[in-house]
């Protein structure tokens, strides 16, 4: 218990401050969302899926070429320590193209097609390569904010389908090749690969669409949250992360 306490009282105070406000904030947000307040939601309200899946052959083909080094892709937890909770191991691995709206141009360019089309995504916060290695699990969790909706697109599915899932509230939901589904991070959901293949997805986060006061709060609260060092630290260890690829590659 002291331990917490002593945690908390390190917390800058925007960031204590910006937890205490959260759920004031995501109640702005929800009321003024332009798409439903639930689980999961229809593709058909995001225009930008029917794209991504149209080319999802080629994503498919970069994602593959990223995975015959899947050796050089870092796990989740060693660029974004913060995310230790709930990447205990590191089965978690992830080649991000976009963090928080800001491109790492090294993976983009391994990735041109996939980084080129999530570009297009409106209110893009982040994109990435999301693999989960064979008995993966991510513990049941919660997002911090309902300014963000996430979308999956199942790029590499073990063959045993019906063991690797998301759960999200009630729904437990599987990935197939090429397709994308919708879902709000803010209600509790946990993944597990009970196989021995590797699950690898295209994960994106994005901007929930929203209007007024609500679209005022949604801003205010991604805007410190791009600035927080939270941000800043996994930016850095990306780059060193790859700085070190770099020279690999050169020996």
Known sequence: M?????DKKKR????????????WFNNLIAKDSLVPNTPNLDNKLFPWVA?????????????????????????????????????????????FLYGYGIAVPENCAKAPV?????????????????????GG????HKGVT??????????????????CWIQVADDKLHWDEGKVFV??????????????????ILFIQFERPTRGLGRLMQRIFLGGVKKSAFVK???????????????LEKA
């Open 183 to 200: 879902f709000d991070d803010t209600y509790r959901h946990t993944v597990q690969n009970n196989t021995d293949d590797v699950r690898g």
């Open 146 to 163: 309902k300014g963000m909706l996430n979308a999956h697109m199942g790029l590499g599915v073990p063959r045993d389908r019906d063991n």
């Open 114 to 134: 996939t980084a080129q089309l999530v570009a297009g995504i409106p209110g893009l916060c982040s994109a990435l390569f999301s693999i989960l290695e064979p």
């Open 137 to 140: 699990e991510i513990p049941p």
């Open 51 to 95: 794209a991504l899946e149209k080319a999802a052959p080629l994503m498919v083909k970069e994602f593959q070429a990223v995975m015959a080094e899947r050796e050089r892709v870092p796990a989740l937890r060693d660029l974004s320590p913060d995310h230790r909770r709930i990447a205990p191991d590191n089965r978690w691995k992830s080649f």
């Open 233 to 247: 630290d996994a930016k850095d260890n990306i780059e060193r992360w790859n700085r070190i690829q770099a020279e």
């Open 2 to 6: 002291a331990a917490n306490q002593q």
């Open 12 to 23: 800058p105070l925007l960031v204590r401050v910006g937890k205490a406000l959260r759920p």
